[in-house]
């Protein structure tokens, strides 16, 4: 979620064939653009050892900062909207309200739910967290995102590209993600993906 996975899949595009599952902004068949690797294993029936499974990671605290920004592109009559003339106070208060207010939920990530309240950070980070699976074989990271895919490309003797830059209109103001968090909702971040915090080893940059 929010780490530049449409860029890199539409970058590998070329290189799949007609059997391959594409997904990109829009459901195939039974698969959500978003389709969790546990979901995916499980829908296909793959012998998922005979492939090189790869994802791409990011910076929780900035990843989440651009979910808000995502989501204030679909709702861009909320009050929730921050503008560049807001203090900072006002700043870490909208966006806790964000991460905590619950909101309506209209389809789950595997398609078996209906429509359910949930606050935004709980749904967010169960959703991020489902994709740094035990299965996956190699990471991306975002922040290094071209020459990780460079290498990629490389180790699969693949000709390389620069990748697009897709869906990077969403935020409204210039700030450093770190201008959004006060204490509290710093320290929500770090609690709700300690265990991805640990495993790619983030932290928290002020600026």
């Known amino acids: 979620m929010k780490t530049a996975g ?20 829009i459901a195939d068949g039974d698969f959500h653009p978003h389709t969790s690797p546990e979901v995916l294993f499980l829908k296909t029936g793959k012998k998922w050892k005979d492939y090189l499974k790869i994802s791409i ?10 979910y808000y920004w995502w989501c204030m ?5 909320s009050i929730l909207i921050i ?16 991460l905590e207010t619950e909101s309506l939920f209209d389809l789950d990530i595997d398609k078996s739910s209906k429509p359910f309240y949930e606050k935004p950070i709980d749904w967010f980070s169960k959703v991020s967290l489902s994709f740094a ?6 990471y991306l990271k975002f922040e290094n995102i071209q020459a990780d895919y460079d290498n990629l ?24 993600y770190s201008k ?22 983030y932290c928290f940059l002020q600026k």
């Open 153 to 176: 490309c490389k180790d699969l003797s693949l000709e390389t590209s620069t990748l697009p830059r897709l869906k990077t209109n969403s935020r409204k103001i210039s700030r450093h």
């Open 83 to 98: 503008k560049n003339q807001d203090i900072d106070s006002l700043v870490h208060e909208k966006f806790r309200l964000f």
């Open 133 to 138: 699976s035990d299965k996956i074989d190699r």
């Open 73 to 77: 592109k679909r709702n861009s009559d």
């Open 6 to 25: 449409s860029s890199v899949e539409l970058s590998l595009e070329s290189f799949c064939s007609a059997d391959d599952i594409l997904t990109g902004d």
């Open 57 to 66: 990671c990011r910076n929780p605290w900035d990843m989440t900062v651009s």
């Open 180 to 201: 959004y968090y006060s204490d509290y909702t710093r320290e929500v971040i770090e609690e709700k993906f300690s265990n991805y915090i640990d495993k790619f080893g």
